[in-house]
């Protein structure tokens, strides 16, 4: 009768040591849903926004609106990741918060183009991205073209 029970805690305390090391935190809904972690991110912060004088220094979010979609620009190596517009939230959401550091804004800028073809779908773009930022409360800093 002793073997059983010693027995049974032996395999009582290994089946939860075993649960707990291996057991990864469940990922919660704001960790997968792209809008929600960027609701979760707090307001934009106009003070810090205010004291970015040259846009080279700007540490959060850059889109560059594009004919072929919009332009996730990577600061660290200056590489644009291009998207359609229904995934810029998608790329959005799974940045880092600390790529936030100003809060819930982005700066925008436009790729200046010719044709009036291409002006009706950088406008078209622009419109399309303007709604979805506005709709996730995310301010946009627009920058103007060089």
């Not at 009582?12 to 809008?35: F, H, M, N, R, W």
């Not at 517009?85 to 804004?105: C, F, H, I, Q």
Request: a neutral charge; charged letters at 20%; glycine letters at 6%.
């Amino acid at each position: 009768m002793k073997f059983c029970q010693l027995l049974f805690v032996g395999l009582i305390g290994s089946a939860l040591t075993s649960c707990s090391s291996s057991a990864k935190p469940p990922e919660t809904a704001a960790q997968a849903d792209p809008v929600a972690r960027i609701e979760s991110l707090p307001p934009a912060n106009a003070q810090q926004i205010a004291r970015v004088g040259d846009m080279k220094n700007w540490k959060n979010p850059y889109l560059i609106v594009r004919v072929d979609g919009i332009a996730l620009l990577d600061l660290a190596d200056n590489e644009q990741q291009i998207l359609t517009a229904d995934k810029v939230v998608d790329a959005l959401g799974a940045l880092p918060t600390s790529a936030w550091p100003y809060g819930r804004v982005v700066a925008v800028a436009e790729n200046p183009t010719g044709s009036e073809a291409d002006k009706a779908l950088v406008r078209k773009n622009r419109a399309v991205l303007a709604g979805a930022l506005e709709n996730l409360h995310v301010i946009i800093k627009w920058v103007p073209s060089n």
